[in-house]
């Protein structure tokens, strides 16, 4: 395996459900991120784990709840959500070299449909 | 409010042309940006980016240009193939950081 890994790619879930969304990150990368992408919206920002802390936290509902137990996992745990969360969640790893520019790599994401 | 802007949601090009996609910022605290690249049930795929330290970077029929006082930068294609047909999202960071900030996209179709 190479890259970012996202399962499952789709995902339909009732308000009242529990679900989880996985990446995995094989390049070595210190640094991971949850993108949302909903439909002629800029790809929004909802998490950033540096070295397994969580660093960034863009106003995101609770509903939304990361987790990340290494450096190579990222999971977000889904509960109680609401058919406007329908959207295409994109998971990112990066390598912070300090200073110097560096590109983030997205998985394939996971279309979330809930209804 | 939108920090970087992609003005242009569709761009149709004659295959062996120019495209010249489109993107401003606000932020003048960003000083590194990035092209992504994404066809449809894929993620973005990096294609080429620029510090704000240079004014151009090109990657064979890549080049990105990059104007720091109109805080606009461009992404040229030459020549454009029917390959390139994609979503092209542009994005801006300050280095150090790591909120990527990424625009709304443009649809590029290069026709045959």
């Known amino acids: 395996e190479t890259g970012v890994t996202q399962t499952p790619r789709h995902l339909v879930m009732g308000m009242t459900n529990k679900k989880s969304l996985k990446c995995e990150q094989h390049l070595g990368h210190n640094a991971m991120y949850w993108y949302k992408q909903s439909a002629k919206k800029p790809l929004e920002l909802m998490f950033v784990y540096s070295l397994e802390e969580r660093v960034e936290n863009n106003s995101v509902p609770s509903r939304f709840s990361p987790e990340c137990p290494n450096s190579s996992h990222l999971f977000l745990h889904l509960h109680t959500l609401q058919p406007e969360d329908s959207a295409l969640y994109l998971c990112?790893?990066?390598?912070?070299?300090?200073?110097?520019?560096?590109?983030?790599?997205f998985g394939q994401g996971t279309r979330l449909t809930v209804v | 409010d939108q920090q970087v802007k992609q003005n242009s949601p569709s761009l149709s090009v004659q295959e062996g042309r120019i495209s010249i996609l489109n993107c401003d910022y606000t932020n003048s605290m960003f000083d590194y940006f990035l092209w992504y690249k994404k066809y449809p049930a894929e993620g973005p795929t990096f294609l080429i980016s620029?510090?704000?330290?240079?004014d151009k970077n090109e990657d064979g029929r890549f080049t990105v240009f990059l104007n720091k006082s109109a805080k606009h930068l461009s992404l040229h294609i030459v020549p454009s193939q029917p390959g390139d047909s994609a979503v092209y999202f542009c994005?801006?960071?300050?280095?150090?950081?790591?909120?990527?900030?990424f625009g709304t996209g443009t649809r590029l179709k290069v026709l045959a």
């Open positions: 994005a801006a960071k300050t280095i150090g950081t790591y909120k990527y900030i």
């Open positions: 990112a790893s990066s390598q912070d070299r300090g200073g110097v520019g560096t590109e983030a790599f």
């Open positions: 620029i510090s704000s330290i240079k």
